[in-house]
């Protein structure tokens, strides 16, 4: 079966199952806030009307200016792209050819952009339900890689690994000459996060890449940013197209980062609602992921293969990701977002039928 390679647009996962798409359905597929985008983003929507009519700024100076204030770094070391997605095929290009490591369980496009420009690619694999890094076990494939993409909090497992665990990785690392490519695409929904910036001046091996579209519900604009020493933003320009950021997009970005308050009430409530969660997972005997963020791994242990979960599930017009192309899970867990209260309690009730019957 061709199974869609990402969350979200479910007709295409209805399709590839031989199924009509019902026009009422829940899609847990896709980590996206639950709340929505910042207010201030549709207050002033109106107004980006009349920017569409100018190019955009192509060395985006204003957002610029605005993330190197926020984390106290100079505007040299930030580099704004279409979404953390293009940040990732850029990276992978300036890799061409070279050795990359990955940790399965992890975000695909790591891979597939490393295989589009012929790297030649390593693996090193976790194993659930705790999904930990053991580093004594990495050390033996770091000495062999050129790079290293690392997710924290991983995508799709939602673990925060330890900080100190990934200072001693870089540190590694950079005795290796081997790159560190820290995706923090989900950092913002951690309530307690060291950030990794402060390091950039240190580790000259050290890239972070960051989403806007995550937190702040914007995957249809596209927007992130990535950090590094000025030498590597510098490489990694070349690579760029032309106006790559649309105009609507740096508009957003700026107002975006304006709402710290936003961020804080969305990491209260995916927390508290998390807690809500696993506690009926726990009642309910399904096994989860031991996730610190706004999405989770679940399985049923009852089951190897939870292709039948999956099924089940679908028909209710409950849409999980199936982790199918997910190396080292394929099928044997399913990765669901938290969504609004109301369509969480929709996903238990669905789960405890399912339950008792099984």
Request: hydrophobic share 40%; charged share 20%; aromatic share 12%.
């Amino acid at each position: 079966m061709n199974w869609p390679s990402h969350g979200s647009n479910p007709q295409y996962l209805y399709g590839a199952m031989g199924l009509m798409l019902p026009e009422d359905y829940t899609d847990f597929s896709a980590n996206i806030n639950p709340l929505g985008p910042p207010p201030a983003l549709k207050e002033k929507w109106q107004e980006f009307y009349q920017e569409i009519f100018v190019y955009p700024d192509p060395y985006a100076t204003k957002l610029k200016k605005r993330i190197a204030q926020q984390e106290q770094i100079p505007d040299q070391s930030i580099l704004i792209g279409n979404g953390g997605a293009e940040l990732i095929t850029m990276v992978a290009r300036m890799l061409a050819g070279k050795r990359v490591l990955l940790i399965q369980p992890t975000f695909s496009e790591y891979e597939k952009a490393c295989k589009a420009n012929k790297c030649e690619v390593l693996y090193h694999h976790l194993k659930g339900p705790d999904f930990e890094l053991n580093q004594d076990e990495l050390h033996k494939k770091i000495e062999f890689a050129d790079a290293l993409f690392l997710c924290n909090p991983n995508n799709p497992t939602g673990i925060q690994y330890p900080g100190s665990t990934i200072i001693s990785l870089i540190e590694e690392c950079e005795q290796q000459n081997c790159l560190v490519i820290l995706d923090e695409a989900f950092f913002d929904f951690l309530v307690e996060y060291d950030s990794f910036i402060p390091y950039i001046n240190r580790f000259s091996n050290l890239i972070i890449i960051r989403s806007m579209t995550k937190m702040f519900a914007i995957p249809g604009i596209r927007l992130g940013y990535l950090v590094a020493q000025p030498t590597v933003i510098e490489s990694l320009n070349q690579l760029q197209s032309h106006w790559s950021i649309n105009t609507i997009a740096l508009l957003a970005g700026e107002l975006c980062l304006q709402d710290e308050s936003f961020i804080n009430m969305t990491q209260k409530y995916i927390r508290d609602e998390r807690k809500r969660l696993f506690a009926f997972f726990k009642n309910n005997e399904f096994d989860v992921s031991s996730s610190k963020v706004n999405f989770y791994l679940l399985k049923d242990p009852l089951l190897n293969d939870q292709f039948p979960l999956f099924e089940f599930l679908i028909k209710k017009a409950v849409i999980p990701r199936h982790t199918f192309n997910f190396p080292g899970l394929e099928g044997r867990w399913l990765r669901f977002a938290i969504k609004g209260r109301e369509e969480n309690n929709a996903l238990m009730e669905v789960l405890a039928d399912w339950r008792h019957h099984h």
